[in-house]
């Protein structure tokens, strides 16, 4: 008889050891968690993110853990709320085309949580978030989602659930009822938050933290679940589709994956939405190489993804929402010459030179295009100047992701440029070099100590201040 799915897939969480782990597996793992820790701590300096900090200190009674980017420790549900919300907002955490949407801000901070307050090894955290991170993207992957579901919170409950059961040493059984409880509890979440620019979906990895812990106490507590709710839950509500097969694709005899999908991931090096990323490649690459300045473009024509046709919005009405904006995150791209938090910003989004530009980018979507293929183009870009010349590029695969990947020196780069201003030059390099020796770690404290605020550090280079964006105001 052929093991059920779910079975393979608990097996495979269960047998997840870091002795048994490749070193590529093992440097993927600790290049996500510093990628996903300076996400955290750059958002925790957003204004709602830090008063939802402040309330989840306050709300919690025994205070364990702490709130990535702030002076104050909380209970591990509401810090992965508080952490995870944080390290989404600002758009720069790392994904996974192959599935799963961005496993890793859905699986890291409730895990983190959980590990600090268990105080586990730096191994036994890596153990948990390479097995995590594998649930979230193979029940993604296996998902057709509808067309106006939004895939964070969705898998990412399960998939954290999962990791949170291995971390706490649950057999298969417990984890197979841990994925099935979690499941039950995914959010369903669209897209209109994204292109209104309501902070509301900011909050989608949160929840989703929250309830993975939430479902292994479930399990203690006697709860049970549906016997298959991905297939009853993806396969019927949020999706069209699940194909199981396609769940346990690739796993080996031992269920053991011939390459783990932490290894298969993508760093953000443009502060939006992964959509953007192919047209935004090909428009730096033309600024670098054809020394572009912005007052001799006439317009500008990006065809990519069939998706890009719901993001051509030229005038979005609030930060979130220039994050799911092509034109203005071409516009800011032309005239400002970056793409980085910055770009989003309320002074770029506000400034008349992007504003005009934005409303000459020309959005079209191409079905024949796909983030999964990379032998053919993912984005064309042409750039037509005010002398009629005509200036045009081709993305295949983004800069960042595993097929086409960036430097360590260049991670580590977009690291500091996150985290420094939160808790310091000093602090960040500190972080950078436990990160490296996480597998080394006897007590996951030893990082989690230097991921507080930073109100004993001297702020005379101007660290520590709040992102004003005025995110939660949409028509600001």
């Not at 900090?53 to 009674?61: E, I, K, N, P, V």
């Not at 057709?144 to 949170?164: E, K, L, Q």
């Not at 065809?303 to 800011?332: D, G, I, R």
């Not at 990160?435 to 280079?461: F, M, N, P, Q, W």
Request: hydrophobic share 45%; charged share 20%.
């Amino acid at each position: 008889m052929t093991p059920h799915y779910l079975d393979r897939l608990a097996r495979l969480v269960h047998a997840t050891h870091t002795k048994d782990l490749g070193e590529s597996t093992r440097a993927a793992a600790r290049a996500v968690t510093l990628d996903t820790i300076g996400a955290m701590l750059a958002g925790s300096r957003l204004d709602e993110n830090a008063r939802l900090a402040r309330l989840a200190a306050g709300r919690s009674g025994p205070k364990t853990v702490t709130l990535i980017g702030h002076d104050a420790l909380a209970e591990p549900m509401f810090a992965a709320l508080a952490n995870a919300t944080a390290g989404v907002s600002l758009e720069v955490d790392e994904g996974n085309r192959w599935g799963g949407g961005h496993p890793a801000i859905h699986v890291l901070p409730a895990t983190l949580a959980v590990a600090e307050e268990m105080r586990t090894s730096g191994a036994a955290l890596i153990e948990a978030l390479v097995a995590g991170y594998e649930v979230t993207s193979r029940l993604g992957g296996a998902t057709r989602a509808r067309p106006n579901v939004h895939s964070h919170g969705t898998w990412g409950t399960a998939g954290a659930a999962a990791a949170i059961a291995r971390l706490r040493g649950a057999d298969p059984s417990a984890i197979r009822a841990v994925i099935n409880l979690a499941t039950s509890m995914s959010p369903a979440n669209s897209w209109a938050p994204c292109f209104e620019g309501a902070t509301i979906r900011n909050l989608y990895p949160g929840r989703a933290g929250l309830q993975a812990i939430l479902a292994v106490h479930l399990l203690h507590c006697g709860y049970s679940g549906v016997d298959d709710a991905p297939s009853d839950l993806y396969g019927t509500i949020l999706g069209e589709d699940f194909d199981v097969a396609a769940a346990v694709d690739g796993l080996d005899a031992d269920d053991r994956p011939t390459v783990f999908r932490i290894e298969r991931n993508y760093f953000k090096f443009h502060a939006c939405c992964l959509y953007n990323h192919p047209a935004l490649d090909a428009v730096h690459a033309l600024v670098r190489t054809e020394k572009i300045a912005a007052d001799a473009v006439e317009r500008i024509s990006v065809t990519s993804l069939p998706f890009v046709e719901q993001m051509a919005e030229p005038a979005p009405p609030a930060m979130l929402a220039a994050k799911f904006s092509v034109p203005h995150a071409v516009a800011a791209a032309v005239v400002l010459g970056t793409t980085d938090v910055s770009a989003f910003l309320d002074d770029a989004r506000n400034d008349p030179r992007v504003r005009d530009l934005a409303t000459r980018v020309e959005v079209r979507g191409d079905p024949a295009m796909s983030m999964r293929e990379s032998n053919r183009p993912q984005a064309r870009v042409a750039i037509t100047l005010r002398d009629g010349r005509v200036l045009s590029r081709e993305t295949f695969v983004v800069h960042g992701d595993a097929a086409n990947p960036r430097s360590p020196s260049e991670l580590i780069s977009k690291f500091t440029s996150l985290a420094a201003p939160t808790v310091g030059d000093t602090r960040a390099t500190e972080i950078v070099d436990v990160v490296e020796h996480l597998h080394e770690l006897r007590d996951i404290r030893e990082l989690t100590s230097k991921l507080g605020g930073a109100s004993a550090i001297a702020r005379s280079d101007g660290s520590g201040q709040r992102i004003r964006s005025r995110a939660s105001t949409p028509g600001s």
